[in-house]
């Protein structure tokens, strides 16, 4: 079986740009989740997608968004880049309708705001 | 707020070494724990899981962990070290809205 997948790899913006990040889960897999990784604040969740319905949602402001479709791949929409927003983003996919239950990650978006 | 603690950020052993690294969290409610691991150059993959029953966890590659509820601790375990555990371990604790990451221990093992 594929791994889970994000694309694009690396991404360069300006501030006040808006960016979309892309993620294709394991064939099968109906939950994805995103994530923020940076050095000073480690692995925060974004939000979590099941069955194109956003289940849960962590503390970040509106300015990021996302969606499912009906492949179950996903993207994450940001806003209004801020340089604070340069990171590492994570895309995880579960095979269980359990929230986070043995989640399988992606390599990530290296997100670069200038 | 929920929490979730790795208090040793860097942790330097030698082969055959034991590990134990340290996991707390703060949460009153129902909790399941994890920990994952990222080797150099690799995705983060899970190790092993707590939800319910045994509170000794087995993952896998020797790995193993102790849910202490009365201590709100998930310690991970490993008897003896290999050069190939070289990596970054995450404590990540999930009630049933959300999931907290500790901020990673990395441990490097010396040949």
């Known amino acids: 079986k594929a791994g889970v997948t994000q694309t694009p790899r690396y991404l360069i913006k300006t501030r006040g740009q808006q960016v979309t990040l892309s993620c294709s889960p394991i064939?099968?897999?109906?939950?994805v989740s995103w994530y923020q990784q940076t050095p000073g604040q480690g692995l925060q969740f974004l939000f979590e997608y099941f069955s194109e319905t956003q289940r849960n949602k962590g503390n970040f402001p509106g300015r990021f968004s996302g969606r499912q479709f009906s492949n179950s791949r996903s993207e994450m929409n940001v806003s209004t880049l801020e340089l604070g927003d340069s990171a590492l983003y994570l895309c995880?996919?579960?095979?269980?309708?359990?929230?986070?239950?043995?989640?399988?990650f992606g390599p990530g978006t290296r997100l670069t705001v200038l | 707020a929920q929490s979730v603690s790795q208090h040793n950020h860097h942790v330097i052993l030698s082969e055959a070494a034991s590990l134990e690294l340290g996991c707390n969290y703060s949460y009153g409610g129902t909790v399941n724990l994890f920990w994952y691991v990222q080797y150099p150059g690799q995705h983060l993959q899970l190790l092993l899981k707590?939800?319910?029953?045994?509170?000794l966890v087995k993952g896998i590659k020797g790995f193993e962990a102790e849910f202490i509820k009365s201590k709100f601790s998930f310690n991970l375990r490993k008897p003896s070290v290999q050069w190939s555990d070289t990596a970054e371990y995450f404590c990540a604790v999930s009630s049933a809205s959300k999931i907290i990451f500790g901020s990673g221990t990395r441990l490097s093992i010396r040949p």
């Open positions: 707590y939800f319910s029953g045994d509170p």
């Open positions: 995880a996919s579960s095979g269980d309708s359990a929230s986070y239950n043995e989640q399988f």
């Open positions: 064939s099968g897999h109906r939950s």
